[in-house]
């Protein structure tokens, strides 16, 4: 990989572009013995591109800078529902001769109007992965990732993912020491622990649930209690399997699955806002030990409780772990 091309759009994102100027753009440095690209930003036509904070871009290139790039990445914008057609062309060309692409952020969904997407894994920004999701259906979208790579198509998450998706690519093709050097000299780990799971805020699940309604809102102000399908039938007047069957109905969940959705959620909430330990937590949402909230946890949000905590505690008092 020599030459790498940036193609921005009017609405860029600076911190998306940033992110790739980082890891491609950067001189040689005798300390790092860093690989020196080719490195060039080119835009639909060359000359002004507005920006989404408030400051503009000069562009000097046009799109033909990109025609012979190994590399070329898409940066985030505003309009990523209606790119520029020449961009959409550009990316499924460039794959077509053998060239990686890459999109990260709402820059992926340019790479789904290419075409690149169908048959393939992807991600974005958490926050569009299900629009993604539905506008692409014949793509796997992994919101819980910080970035995919499938068959020369590499996709990352929000803009900070960008950096870890490119040193990926950088890693992919100089070797795991320039990619180490260039993390360090941004002051990143090489690679980061979890994914982007762990960001996503969870809502309390919505459902129509009529008839088991009243007892959905005791389990959630009950959870440490009893909540097998036994105690809950018997809680509700129905026989076990009539019970199991309607909660599905109106749930779209099993009990346990249901449940332990509900007692992870308050889990967040004490993780985030007490300094109970985890023990304590896991007796107070339920959970039989604080290795089975680790694993539960662990599970749902790729991170165990402690490091959530470390990145998410709002509280000023030291934490226990």
């Known amino acids: ?11 860029a994102h600076p911190f998306g572009l ?62 990523y529902l209606t790119p520029a057609p020449e961009v ?9 001769r053998g060239a990686v692409v890459f999109a990260h952020c709402t820059a ?46 590499v996709t990352g998450a929000g803009s900070a993912a960008g950096v870890d998706a490119a040193i990926h690519v950088l890693r992919t093709s100089h070797g795991g020491k320039a990619a180490s050097d260039a993390a360090r000299r941004i002051v990143l780990p090489a690679h980061r622990d979890g994914g982007q799971a762990q ?4 809502s309390m699940p919505v459902c129509d649930a009529e008839t088991l309604a009243p007892l959905l809102t005791w389990i959630r102000e009950n959870l440490q209690q009893d909540l097998s399908v036994t105690a809950l039938a018997l809680r509700a007047a129905m026989a076990e399997r009539t019970f199991a069957r309607r909660f599905v109905q109106e749930t ?11 007692r992870v959620l ?41 490091q959530y905590r470390r990145r998410f505690a709002s509280i000023c008092s030291p934490v226990r772990a």
């Open 108 to 153: 992926t969904f340019i790479l789904g109007a290419a075409g690149l997407l169908a048959g393939r894994a992807c991600t974005t920004h958490w926050r569009y992965t299900d629009e993604l999701a539905a506008l692409y259906p014949e793509t796997t979208v992994k919101p819980e990732v910080l970035y995919v790579d499938d068959d020369r198509v």
């Open 252 to 262: 779209g969940a099993t009990p346990h699955g249901w449940i332990t959705a509900q």
């Open 18 to 79: 940033g992110a790739l100027c980082e890891v491609f753009a950067e001189p040689y440095h005798p300390d790092d013995d860093n690989p020196v690209f080719d490195f060039v930003v080119c835009a639909t036509r060359p000359g002004r591109v507005t920006g989404s904070a408030g400051f503009d871009l000069y562009v000097e290139h046009g799109l033909d800078a990109a025609a012979d790039a190994d590399l070329v990445c898409i940066s985030p914008a505003d309009h």
């Open 199 to 202: 960001f996503i805020r969870t």
């Open 88 to 96: 959409v062309e550009l990316a499924r060309a460039s794959h077509e």
């Open 266 to 306: 308050r889990a967040e909430e004490l993780l985030e806002g007490s300094d109970l330990a985890v023990e304590q937590i896991a007796h107070q949402v339920g959970f039989s030990s604080g290795g089975t909230l680790r694993h539960q946890f662990t599970k749902v949000r790729g991170i165990s409780p402690q």
């Open 1 to 11: 990989m020599r030459k790498v091309a940036v193609v921005v759009q009017d609405g």
